[in-house]
């Protein structure tokens, strides 16, 4: 893909060249979409400045670990690891580390890497990823840590690319940042208010990855959904998605996160319109309980939330559904965990992501009275899970005989006889191995279904 970062920024990126060309670097990842889609951009980075990616730490130059916040337990991963990193710095001298994500967007925990791991070398946050080539070479030049955090998105990141080589689906942020302020959430505190990115900007990212062979988008922002209210020419995220929709080539939008108080009528008759957005919706809900809902601040009801999800299916009826569901949050009653169970089983999710209220300190969810005991956290959490996968595998299990539209990923990573992919229900598929096959939509028979996947036979017709 062209180079389209200013010429000063390149002026950096040729000076690490030279310096460092053919170093190896490492990357690792916590977190969301958004952490994924930066670490992508942080790669491209290193390797236009020449680096070489490995995956083995013994032989990397350059260790960078990409942070999240969201839950206590995110957090004492990255913890753990830098402690064990202290060892191999020990071992070797000059290897660099550098912290960067959520965790460094927030002071408290900047401040507790800095303090107890100061052999960490570089710190900066989720607005600043451009800046890595000028902290490399102010790195070079001696033994500190060098830290640079903005709180806010600068525009300049906008040219930062990702490497698509034989990538047969690609993130696209859209926007930035989040004002909802949900009571229990970190993530306005690190990734900071929301800033959305010119249509023009977009599409034309959009169309350079089709170019390099791209067939499904995967568009990305903490709420979707309002999308464009803030831009001079303001402009909805259903606009977004017609417009996404002409580019030729390209086969199938996704996108997440959407929040269900700001689904617009005009973005479910998109489902009716848009033949190429993905047959899936991940519509997180927290909680079934109005109660609980409205100590989240989530402005919606469960009626609300039943009324969209009818909507949507009466477009497209085998649409599949997927939420993230919390338990545990302060106050949460017996009889509030009952209506969340009883919402999940009558919605009928094809995929849920659920998790233990973690306290999060800066939010205003962290001082609430009746924090939940971790026992009781933990036995319904099981009592969730347990619904939530019953149902999963029956909603599998009606697929099997059925044909899909696979889209190939690429080689298993257990098994090398098999390859996955995703169907536009975005359901994980196993089948067997073909190489010409991989990057391309295919029709598949799926022949057998578990609770987290497929299994499926390709029907060799190239879509
Ligand atoms: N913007 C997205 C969510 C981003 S965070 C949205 O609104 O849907 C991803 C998920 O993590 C949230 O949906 C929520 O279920 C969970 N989460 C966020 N904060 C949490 C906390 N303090 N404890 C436990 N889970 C949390
Ligand atoms: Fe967090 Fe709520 Fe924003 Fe999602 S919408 S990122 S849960 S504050
Ligand atoms: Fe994502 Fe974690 Fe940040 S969930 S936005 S990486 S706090």
């Given at each position: 893909?062209?180079?389209?970062?200013?010429?000063?920024?390149?002026?950096?990126?040729?000076?690490?060249?030279?310096?460092?060309?053919?170093?190896?670097?490492?990357?690792?990842?916590?977190?969301?979409?958004?952490?994924?889609?930066d670490?992508?951009?942080?790669?491209?980075?290193?390797?236009?400045m020449?680096?070489?990616?490995?995956?083995?730490?013994?032989?990397?130059?350059?260790?960078?670990?990409?942070?999240?916040?969201?839950?206590?337990?995110?957090?004492?991963?990255?913890?753990?690891?830098?402690?064990?990193?202290?060892?191999?710095?020990k071992?070797?001298?000059?290897?660099?580390?550098?912290?960067?994500?959520?965790?460094?967007?927030?002071k408290?925990?900047?401040?507790?890497?800095?303090?107890?791991?100061?052999?960490?070398?570089?710190?900066?946050?989720?607005?600043?990823?451009y800046?890595?080539?000028?902290?490399?070479?102010?790195?070079?030049?001696?033994?500190?840590?060098?830290?640079?955090i903005?709180?806010?998105?600068?525009?300049?990141?906008?040219?930062?690319?990702?490497?698509?080589?034989?990538?047969?689906?690609?993130?696209?942020?859209?926007?930035y940042?989040?004002?909802?302020?949900?009571?229990?959430?970190?993530?306005?505190?690190?990734?900071?208010?929301?800033?959305?990115?010119?249509?023009?900007?977009?599409?034309?990212?959009?169309?350079?990855?089709?170019?390099?062979?791209?067939?499904?988008?995967?568009?990305?922002?903490?709420?979707?959904?309002?999308?464009?209210?803030?831009?001079?020419?303001?402009?909805?995220?259903?606009?977004?998605?017609?417009?996404?929709?002409?580019?030729e080539?390209?086969?199938?939008?996704?996108?997440?996160?959407?929040?269900?108080k700001?689904?617009?009528?005009?973005?479910?008759?998109?489902?009716?319109?848009?033949?190429?957005?993905?047959?899936?919706?991940?519509?997180?809900?927290?909680?079934?309980?109005?109660?609980?809902?409205?100590?989240?601040?989530r402005?919606?009801?469960?009626?609300?939330?039943?009324?969209?999800i009818?909507?949507?299916?009466?477009?497209r009826?085998?649409?599949?559904?997927?939420?993230?569901?919390?338990?545990?949050?302060?106050?949460?009653?017996?009889?509030?965990?009952?209506?969340?169970?009883?919402?999940?089983?009558?919605?009928?999710?094809d995929?849920?992501?659920?998790?233990?209220?973690?306290?999060?300190?800066?939010?205003?969810?962290?001082d609430?009275?009746?924090?939940?005991?971790?026992?009781?956290?933990?036995?319904?959490?099981?009592?969730?899970?347990?619904?939530?996968?019953?149902?999963?595998?029956?909603?599998?299990?009606?697929?099997?005989?059925?044909?899909?539209?696979?889209?190939?990923?690429?080689?298993?990573?257990n098994?090398?006889?098999?390859?996955?992919?995703?169907?536009?229900?975005?359901?994980?598929?196993?089948?067997?191995?073909?190489?010409?096959?991989?990057?391309?939509?295919?029709?598949?028979r799926?022949?057998?279904?578990?609770?987290?996947?497929?299994?499926?036979d390709?029907?060799?017709?190239?879509k």
């Open positions: 893909m062209t180079n389209t970062l200013n010429k000063e920024l390149n002026v950096f990126i040729d000076k690490v060249k030279d310096n460092h060309g053919g170093e190896k670097f490492m990357i690792e990842t916590h977190g969301c979409q958004m952490n994924e889609h670490s992508d951009k942080i790669k491209w980075l290193m390797e236009s020449g680096f070489v990616s490995t995956e083995d730490e013994k032989e990397a130059d350059y260790i960078i670990i990409n942070t999240c916040s969201v839950r206590h337990s995110a957090e004492d991963k990255v913890i753990g690891r830098l402690g064990r990193l202290k060892h191999l710095k071992t070797k001298k000059d290897l660099r580390v550098g912290v960067c994500g959520c965790m460094m967007q927030r408290v925990s900047r401040d507790f890497v800095l303090e107890k791991f100061p052999f960490v070398d570089l710190i900066f946050g989720t607005n600043n990823i800046r890595l080539p000028q902290l490399i070479l102010a790195s070079d030049e001696d033994n500190d840590v060098h830290v640079e903005e709180e806010s998105y600068s525009n300049l990141d906008n040219k930062l690319r990702t490497n698509i080589t034989n990538n047969q689906s690609a993130y696209i942020n859209i926007m940042g989040c004002n909802n302020f949900c009571t229990y959430c970190i993530v306005p505190y690190t990734r900071g208010r929301e800033v959305s990115r010119e249509l023009e900007d977009i599409l034309d990212e959009a169309k350079a990855l089709v170019e390099d062979g791209v067939k499904e988008i995967i568009l990305l922002g903490q709420n979707v959904n309002s999308y464009g209210k803030s831009l001079d020419n303001p402009i909805s995220f259903a606009e977004l998605l017609r417009a996404l929709h002409e580019i080539g390209l086969e199938r939008i996704n996108y997440m996160t959407s929040h269900p700001d689904i617009s009528d005009d973005l479910i008759n998109c489902y009716k319109d848009l033949p190429k957005l993905a047959n899936y919706l991940h519509l997180p809900v927290q909680s079934g309980s109005n109660r609980v809902l409205k100590l989240m601040n402005h919606y009801t469960r009626e609300d939330y039943f009324e969209i009818d909507k949507v299916r009466k477009i009826p085998d649409i599949a559904l997927s939420t993230d569901i919390m338990v545990g949050f302060p106050d949460e009653t017996e009889e509030d965990f009952l209506d969340t169970l009883d919402l999940v089983k009558r919605v009928e999710y995929n849920a992501f659920t998790f233990l209220y973690s306290k999060r300190e800066g939010t205003r969810a962290y609430m009275e009746n924090q939940i005991p971790k026992e009781v956290k933990s036995e319904r959490f099981n009592r969730l899970l347990e619904t939530v996968y019953g149902i999963q595998n029956k909603k599998n299990q009606k697929l099997v005989g059925t044909e899909q539209m696979v889209l190939i990923e690429g080689q298993s990573k098994n090398p006889e098999k390859m996955t992919g995703r169907t536009d229900t975005f359901k994980l598929v196993h089948m067997p191995y073909d190489e010409s096959k991989i990057g391309t939509m295919v029709k598949v799926i022949q057998s279904a578990n609770t987290f996947s497929l299994e499926g390709l029907i060799d017709i190239e």
